[in-house]
């Protein structure tokens, strides 16, 4: 089993030492907990991508503390880069620049460019600091499957792993993974959707496209079948929630408060409002996962700007075929 710590001075120290040493550490940050080592590693990479199953051409966030260190594994910091990590860092935001050659290629999948962030969590924040270098890091899940919001779902996936360390640091606010931007061609792309709206960019950089595609490969996350339960889930609207659960075995439904499931359905409320619903997805997920039902049902959340169009974009990755 994996061993769970508590965020305190003493286990910063320890999960520091482990990266400096080229060992891999799970750790909390807002959005999901993540996998990390040390950018500069590539063995240390090597051994990210192991444990996670995850396929060598999908690239790994660079988490970084500031400015400075991000420019010690990235080029290309325009003012209009600048002016992006004036509005929006630290936080659930990830852009794509042009990758230095001292980073080791794995550590982008292999890709010229390298996406960067830097945290708000205090105790991913400490531990970029217990460091001093550049942690990258995926979401701490096994490849495709449901991204980890607290340091039990990590021990869960990795219970196996008697020498993974997992820095707890409570149950991630945002709840879904950082917005992506590419900075580098001459409009700004979002390339992957997160609670940082294409409208709030939009205010930053002015025009922007988005391109969420499978075919681009620039950025984490743009699996078509990602952020999955184990047991097959199907996305529906309210209305045909019931003619849904009458064919078929009993179904675990993850729905809102005014929906109504009748036994031997069980369900799992998700909160109304987008901020709520996006931090607790990934945990109802979970929960679904272990109620012995066959299939999952779930109730499409209201379509709307910002936050609701980021959770549509993970709920349609989880149910996808």
Known sequence: MAAILPYSDDSIDLASGMIRDGKVVAFATETVYGLGADTFNPDAIARVYELKNRPGGNPLIAHVVDLAMAKEVSDGWTRRAMHLVGACWPGPLTIILPRKSSVPANASGGLATIAVRSPRHPLARSLLYG??????????????????????????DYSDQQDLLILDGGPCTVGIESTVVDLTESKAVVRRLGSVSIERLAEILGAIEV???IEQNASPGSALRHYAPRIPATLVEKE????????????VVL????????????????????DGYAAELYNAMRRADTTGCSRMVIESPPRAPGLWSAIHDRLARATSP
């Not at 990258?136 to 096994?142: D, G, K």
């Not at 045909?240 to 179904?251: E, N």
């Not at 729905?255 to 987008?274: D, F, G, M, Q, W």
Request: aromatic content about 0%; overall charge negative.
């Open 131 to 156: 460091c001093s270098r550049p942690i990258s890091a995926p979401s701490a899940n096994r490849s495709g499957g449901v991204s980890p919001t607290s340091a039990q779902h990590v021990a869960s």
């Open 211 to 213: 391109d969420v595609s």
């Open 240 to 251: 045909i929630i019931a003619q849904v659960l009458a064919s078929g075995p009993p179904a």
């Open 255 to 274: 729905c809102l408060e005014s929906t109504e499931v009748e036994a031997p359905h069980v369900r799992i409320v998700l909160p109304p409002e987008a």
